[in-house]
């Protein structure tokens, strides 16, 4: 038995956990509050992706005749998913590699429409792994399945989102009321039988539903609906993303025929405080935090507690107890090495700062508290979180969810996991600040960044002005080079449509982006349309950026506002050939094609010049003295060797430094007496020491017994340290 139970409705993610659930548990630990998490989104998919699920979903009637040709060789082939679906499934968890030779010798796995794809595996794979092209075999193999589910079972089915179209848009509640007043679905069936047998096992007082996207909203209902049915006495409530952004004006009462509260914005104080309420029986006015609840017959939003929002010092560890994360399948979709980033593999989640430190952009929710209130957390606090999590799950992966991941912190968070030799994989979202540096980014490559993601949205800087992104097209190209010189993977999101965007501007945007890929700075890339969100400042002011809304009366939810752009373009024409060919430039292929080659209707010529990307790129000015750098030494593995040099215009003693790096050796010649200090320096200030010495303190202290510190600083063989990051400059 738990006070709470804490459930994610299906589906998120198959191949990690949604972190809500686990952000919310790991606070609730701090409180002495027991709790009890599920994703329920997996156990359905689990359930349903079984023999016994499979010989369900072939059980249920279908007329062969009207069915596509499609679902007909499914159908036929119905013995050989029920015989292979128990050996894919674990392959998938990693729990049987050995199957993959299997997978791949293609006479394994029942085949349907989605494996005529492989024509182009080469072209977009390459030469990948063994265990990779059975990863995406296995996935087109259930992308079939689920295409049969689709179009004879459950028309609303999707692995990462279900009835995903009555959340979207939804001012009235009227649609998605109507549906839960019908007959439970055939993935209800599997939904409700889990969710009863976990009731009945957790037996809690709350249960409270994490719902982050609209393809939860749906099973989130639908559960709650069960529940008051079955289970009365039990308070239910709701929070999370999709109420957060959604939900913040609903009216209508009917929704509260299903949960009894509704909680906006940071979940711990508003749990917290129903914790008190639902939990105990103590006398007074109950306190409320950010909660829409039913009272005196009305859609009541009740704020009157005083208490202030938890620091995040002092929200907990993450807490995935109770997650079956061994039971995760990695997929591979589709050949865009960061989306096999997002499908493929566990990660555990962290966030280094709430809220965004630049929260200017225009098209985004920043005047939400989750955007709003940035905070940042000590890398001393956030890497005792990371290593906490390495203890409780045994996982060393971390995707860091922020909405913009601050440079200085992640510098601090790089050495911090340097000084105590943690061997980690982490990524995350960036801003393409100037100050993320070559050297930076190969700082953060040696504390096991493998790739970040970053919005150059709109590649114009007309339109990345209007957008208040701060930054330049020139910019983004130059940090974009030093993550991937660095070798990190650079994922950029792109977006086209934006109020008051011209033809022109759209054409010449791909074109920056075509460059961009054949110069090699960009690995992978995603196109979406502008869309016009309420809690925005395009949304909130639209007569300023040339939009008029269409208005509509709010009941239920309310964010994505349809809108009429002045110009009148028609921006979604583009996405075809907008998303073709940036498949094509991800691939290394076909940048010589003229841009009209990509649209089915005639386009301007572009106005960039041909080499713009390049020549942004070129050498930046001369190194020059900043005397406010911190310096960090990153080896101790140097061994000194006085040696004499005898030639004619030259005779003395000078020594041999010698830097053994992980993948090459650095020698350089030095003075002996300068030797000297450079030895230490390097161990006084070793990356161990957290007090980092600045370029003016090292002036400082070589001029103490030298003269000219920038001539020694920038002479060659210290170039040679600093080309291969012995000594970075932050």
Same mark, same amino acid.
């Given at each position: 038995?738990?006070?709470?139970?804490?459930?994610?409705?299906?589906? $998120?993610?198959?191949?990690?956990?949604?972190?809500?659930?686990?952000?919310?548990?790991?606070?609730?630990?701090?409180?002495?509050?027991?709790?009890?998490?599920?994703?329920?989104?997996?156990?359905?998919?689990?359930?349903?992706?079984?023999?016994?699920?499979?010989?369900?979903?072939?059980?249920?009637?279908?007329?062969?005749?009207?069915?596509?040709?499609?679902?007909?060789?499914?159908?036929?082939?119905?013995?050989?998913?029920?015989?292979?679906?128990?050996?894919?499934?674990?392959?998938?968890?990693?729990?049987?590699?050995?199957?993959?030779?299997?997978?791949?010798?293609? &006479?394994?796995?029942?085949?349907?429409?989605?494996?005529?794809?492989?024509?182009?595996?080469?072209?977009?794979?390459?030469?990948?792994?063994?265990?990779?092209?059975?990863?995406?075999?296995?996935?087109?193999?259930?992308?079939?399945?689920?295409?049969?589910?689709?179009?004879?079972?459950?028309?609303?089915?999707?692995?990462?989102?279900?009835?995903?179209?009555?959340?979207?848009?939804?001012?009235?509640?009227?649609?998605?009321?109507?549906?839960?007043?019908?007959?439970?679905?055939?993935?209800?069936?599997?939904?409700?039988?889990?969710?009863?047998?976990?009731?009945?096992?957790?037996?809690?007082?709350?249960?409270?539903?994490?719902?982050?996207?609209?393809?939860?909203?749906?099973?989130?209902?639908?559960?709650?609906?069960?529940?008051?049915?079955?289970?009365?006495?039990?308070?239910?409530?709701?929070?999370?993303?999709? +109420?957060?952004?959604?939900?913040?004006?609903?009216?209508?009462?009917?929704?509260?025929?299903?949960?009894?509260?509704?909680?906006?914005?940071?979940?711990?104080? +508003?749990?917290?405080?129903?914790?008190?309420?639902?939990?105990?029986?103590?006398?007074?006015?109950?306190?409320?935090?950010? $909660?829409?609840?039913?009272?005196?017959?009305?859609?009541?939003?009740?704020?009157?507690?005083?208490?202030?929002?938890?620091?995040?010092?002092?929200?907990?560890?993450?807490?995935?107890?109770?997650?079956?994360?061994?039971?995760?399948?990695?997929?591979?979709?589709?050949?865009?090495?960061?989306?096999?980033?997002?499908?493929?593999?566990?990660?555990?989640?962290?966030?280094?700062?709430?809220?965004?430190?630049?929260?200017?952009?225009?098209?985004?929710?920043?005047?939400?508290?989750?955007?709003?209130?940035?905070?940042?957390?000590?890398?001393?606090?956030?890497?005792?979180?990371?290593?906490?999590?390495?203890?409780?799950?045994?996982?060393?992966?971390?995707?860091?969810?922020?909405?913009?991941?601050?440079?200085?912190?992640?510098?601090?968070?790089?050495?911090?996991?340097?000084?105590?030799?943690?061997?980690?994989?982490?990524?995350?979202?960036?801003?393409?600040?100037?100050?993320?540096?070559?050297?930076?980014?190969?700082?953060?490559?040696?504390?096991?960044?493998?790739?970040?993601?970053?919005?150059?949205?709109?590649?114009?800087?007309?339109?990345?002005?209007?957008?208040?992104?701060?930054?330049?097209?020139?910019?983004?190209?130059?940090?974009?080079?030093?993550?991937?010189?660095?070798?990190?993977?650079?994922?950029?999101?792109?977006?086209?449509?934006?109020?008051?965007?011209?033809?022109?501007?759209?054409?010449?945007?791909?074109?920056?982006?075509?460059?961009?890929?054949?110069?090699?700075?960009?690995?992978?890339?995603?196109?979406?349309?502008?869309?016009?969100?309420?809690?925005?400042?395009?949304?909130?002011? +639209?007569?300023?950026?040339?939009?008029?809304?269409?208005?509509?009366?709010?009941?239920?939810? &309310?964010?994505?506002?349809?809108?009429?752009?002045?110009?009148?373009?028609?921006?979604?024409?583009?996405?075809?050939?907008?998303?073709?060919?940036?498949?094509?430039?991800?691939?290394?292929?076909?940048?010589?094609?003229?841009?009209?080659?990509?649209?089915?209707?005639?386009?301007?010529?572009?106005?960039?010049?041909?080499?713009?990307?390049?020549?942004?790129?070129?050498?930046?000015?001369?190194?020059?003295?900043?005397?406010?750098?911190?310096?960090?030494?990153?080896?101790?593995?140097?061994?000194?060797?006085?040696?004499?040099?005898?030639?004619?215009?030259?005779?003395?003693?000078?020594?041999?430094?010698?830097?053994?790096?992980?993948?090459?050796?650095?020698?350089?010649?030095?003075?002996?007496?300068?030797?000297?200090?450079?030895?230490?320096?390097?161990?006084?200030?070793?990356?161990?020491?957290?007090?980092?010495?600045?370029?003016?303190?090292?002036?400082?202290?070589?001029?103490?017994?030298?003269?000219?510190?920038?001539?020694?600083?920038?002479?060659?063989?210290?170039?040679?340290?600093?080309?291969?990051?012995?000594?970075?400059?932050?």
């Amino acid at each position: 038995m738990k006070d709470l139970l804490l459930i994610t409705p299906p589906f $998120t993610q198959l191949n990690t956990p949604y972190p809500a659930t686990a952000y919310i548990k790991g606070f609730l630990n701090t409180k002495n509050i027991s709790s009890y998490q599920i994703d329920l989104g997996l156990d359905v998919i689990l359930a349903l992706f079984s023999k016994k699920g499979l010989r369900k979903i072939f059980e249920t009637e279908v007329n062969l005749q009207d069915i596509s040709e499609n679902s007909q060789r499914i159908y036929a082939l119905s013995e050989e998913y029920l015989k292979t679906i128990d050996q894919v499934i674990p392959f998938l968890q990693g729990k049987t590699p050995t199957l993959a030779r299997q997978i791949c010798s293609m &006479n394994f796995l029942p085949e349907a429409s989605r494996f005529n794809q492989l024509d182009d595996m080469d072209f977009a794979f390459g030469n990948m792994g063994l265990q990779d092209k059975a990863k995406h075999l296995a996935t087109l193999y259930l992308e079939d399945i689920s295409d049969y589910i689709i179009e004879n079972i459950d028309s609303d089915f999707g692995f990462s989102r279900y009835a995903e179209r009555l959340g979207k848009s939804a001012n009235s509640f009227d649609e998605l009321y109507s549906k839960l007043a019908d007959e439970q679905t055939f993935i209800d069936h599997f939904t409700l039988e889990i969710l009863q047998e976990t009731l009945e096992l957790v037996q809690p007082k709350l249960i409270c539903f994490s719902v982050p996207f609209p393809g939860n909203l749906y099973a989130g209902f639908r559960c709650a609906k069960f529940i008051k049915e079955h289970y009365p006495h039990i308070k239910i409530a709701m929070g999370g993303g999709f +109420p957060n952004t959604e939900l913040r004006e609903v009216k209508d009462q009917r929704v509260f025929e299903f949960f009894d509260f509704i909680t906006l914005d940071d979940g711990e104080i +508003p749990l917290e405080l129903l914790c008190n309420s639902v939990l105990n029986t103590s006398e007074g006015e109950a306190e409320f935090k950010r $909660t829409f609840l039913i009272e005196n017959q009305k859609v009541t939003y009740k704020n009157n507690s005083k208490r202030h929002d938890y620091k995040q010092a002092d929200i907990g560890t993450p807490d995935y107890t109770d997650l079956k994360l061994d039971q995760y399948i990695s997929v591979i979709e589709i050949a865009n090495p960061m989306h096999s980033l997002w499908s493929d593999g566990r990660w555990n989640k962290l966030t280094m700062a709430h809220g965004c430190y630049w929260g200017k952009c225009t098209f985004c929710d920043i005047s939400l508290d989750y955007i709003k209130i940035y905070e940042p957390i000590s890398a001393k606090i956030l890497v005792d979180r990371m290593e906490e999590l390495i203890r409780t799950t045994g996982e060393t992966g971390f995707h860091f969810v922020d909405e913009a991941a601050p440079p200085a912190l992640m510098r601090e968070v790089a050495l911090e996991i340097l000084r105590r030799n943690l061997v980690v994989t982490w990524w995350t979202n960036i801003r393409f600040e100037k100050s993320f540096t070559r050297d930076l980014c190969y700082l953060l490559k040696l504390s096991g960044c493998v790739a970040i993601s970053g919005g150059l949205e709109v590649a114009s800087d007309r339109l990345l002005q209007l957008i208040d992104k701060g930054v330049s097209v020139e910019q983004v190209a130059k940090v974009t080079r030093n993550f991937t010189e660095a070798g990190i993977m650079v994922h950029a999101y792109l977006m086209y449509g934006y109020p008051t965007q011209t033809v022109q501007e759209t054409v010449d945007s791909l074109e920056m982006i075509r460059q961009m890929f054949e110069m090699g700075i960009l690995q992978s890339g995603f196109w979406h349309q502008f869309a016009m969100t309420a809690h925005s400042p395009v949304g909130i002011n +639209p007569e300023k950026f040339g939009v008029t809304p269409v208005k509509e009366e709010i009941l239920f939810a &309310n964010n994505d506002i349809d809108f009429k752009d002045k110009t009148g373009i028609d921006h979604g024409k583009f996405s075809f050939g907008l998303k073709k060919s940036l498949f094509n430039y991800m691939h290394g292929i076909n940048f010589e094609f003229p841009l009209q080659e990509w649209f089915d209707f005639k386009i301007p010529r572009t106005t960039v010049h041909p080499d713009y990307i390049h020549d942004c790129l070129l050498d930046d000015a001369p190194f020059s003295f900043k005397g406010n750098s911190k310096v960090i030494f990153l080896t101790q593995n140097v061994i000194a060797e006085n040696r004499v040099k005898n030639k004619k215009k030259y005779s003395g003693t000078y020594t041999l430094l010698t830097f053994h790096l992980k993948t090459n050796t650095i020698k350089i010649d030095l003075e002996q007496d300068k030797a000297e200090w450079l030895m230490n320096v390097l161990k006084e200030n070793s990356i161990e020491n957290p007090k980092k010495v600045t370029a003016q303190q090292l002036k400082n202290q070589f001029e103490e017994k030298f003269e000219d510190f920038e001539l020694f600083w920038f002479s060659k063989p210290m170039q040679q340290l600093k080309e291969n990051g012995v000594i970075l400059s932050l």
